[in-house]
């Protein structure tokens, strides 16, 4: 089985996008992962979702997505990148959230950082 990995953010707590980190990248975890059969599983949804979101609407790519996401947990490095993701916004796109069990709903959690005066586009929105 052949499997292509593409790091699109490696950084820790804080994203540094830019000229210094272009080399090794500047964005928090994401990690885009495909088989022979192409489908799209990402670990991790740090700043470097957003530009996988940006290069899948912008590429080629078969539509609508169909993306798995696992995070590994739920600290902002790891998640601010879900609500910039494009294809998230794709109605006839799904996008399915897996993470480590917790004391309240996935949902639930991610909302609270996607919620007024936090941010001005729901959970619900996506």
């Not at 600290?75 to 959230?97: C, E, N, T, V």
């Amino acid at each position: 089985m052949n499997v292509k990995v593409r790091f699109w953010g490696t950084r820790g707590s804080i994203p540094t996008p830019g000229p210094l980190t272009v080399r090794y990248g500047g964005n928090t975890a994401c990690v885009e992962v495909r088989d022979q059969t192409n489908s799209l599983l990402v670990l991790d949804a740090g700043t470097g979702l957003r530009e996988l979101g940006a290069a899948l609407m912008n590429n080629d790519h078969p539509r609508p997505f169909s993306v798995d996401l696992l995070l590994s947990h739920l600290h902002w490095d790891h998640i601010q990148g879900i609500p910039f993701f494009r294809p998230a916004y794709d109605p006839k796109s799904s996008l399915r959230i897996r993470g480590p069990k917790q004391s309240r709903a996935m949902r639930e959690l991610l909302g609270l950082g996607m919620d007024d005066p936090f941010f001005p586009v729901d959970l619900d929105d996506l």
